[in-house]
């Protein structure tokens, strides 16, 4: 259950930063397809970044799970 609360709150973050970063480009005039391929790959990274992170915790819990045990 954390893995999935800590994921889906970095997800959320990364989103919102995205949808700036992308607001900031069609703002200055940029063309849609280099919008598209930028918000694709910072979706990416950003999925790789929140389950990378979200791991993180989950073999820490379980070290403690086992030393209690």
Do not use: C, E, P
């Amino acid at each position: 259950m954390l893995m999935s609360s800590n994921f889906a709150i970095y997800m959320v973050g990364y989103l919102v930063v995205t949808a700036g970063i992308v607001y900031a480009l069609h703002a200055l005039g940029l063309g849609q397809q280099w919008i598209i391929a930028t918000s694709l790959i910072m979706v990416g990274v950003g999925i790789v970044a929140a389950l990378t992170r979200s791991k993180k915790g989950d073999v820490a819990d379980a070290k403690v799970d086992n030393i209690n045990h």
